[in-house]
């Protein structure tokens, strides 16, 4: 006559238990959350892996484009100061008599700054660093003029900036790496969520002047809009 009365509205008989419902979900782990720990280990080992790992490779591709160019900017410096100072001690070779075999960069440095090897003695002579005097004659050099001797400083010089810039890579590498490492933790961190990464700024690292004139480190900041 008045129809069925709902179960929620049903009177319940003394004694009679209630029924637990439960109106919250219970939390379910999240399968999508990555370990920082791995993530800042793979950025350390290669740039940019600990992003793809967590999930932010948009910005991860960065740090690995960047490495790739640091190590070829390395290649770059490392070989072109190789052929610079063969250059150097080919042409001291020629018109100085200079014999390299067994000598260290010092040895390049004394015949650049002196014309010959007695000159070189007669100022370590009067310095009192008789320690440092070539005694033997594998040490012998005389150049034909003080303009080749010059002409040879030159290239030496050159050949030792080469160096010094492939070092200026080797930082910038490292610090790309520890960037890149910070950005995969904080990515790692976030795997999961819902927060977008998007207008987040971003850092990298990089040699000041290019292949072309490597004169130190920089540290660039951008942002994704």
Known sequence: MFGQVPEELRLKAPGERQPLH?????????????????????????????????????????????????????????????????????????????????????????I???????????????AREYDAMYLSADFNWRWESNA????????????????ENASFVVGALVINRIISAFSAGRAAARSGSQETYKGMWQMGAGVQGGVQDAHGLEIRFSKEF
């Open 148 to 163: 080749k001797r010059v002409q040879f400083r030159e290239l030496r010089i050159a050949s030792d900036e080469m160096y």
């Open 112 to 126: 650049g700054n002196f014309l010959s090897m007695d000159e070189f003695n007669q100022a370590r002579l009067r």
């Open 22 to 110: 439960w109106s919250a979900q219970q939390p379910q782990p999240n399968d999508d959350s990555k370990s920082a720990t791995v993530a800042v280990l793979l950025s350390l080992v290669l740039p940019g892996a600990g992003e793809w790992y967590a999930g932010n490779f948009e910005t991860g591709k960065y740090f690995l484009l960047a490495d790739g160019a640091l190590w070829l900017s390395y290649g770059a410096f490392q070989l072109r100061g190789d052929w610079l100072r063969e250059d150097a001690r080919s042409f001291a070779q020629r018109h100085a008599g200079a014999d390299f075999s067994g000598k260290d960069n010092e040895f390049d440095v004394n």
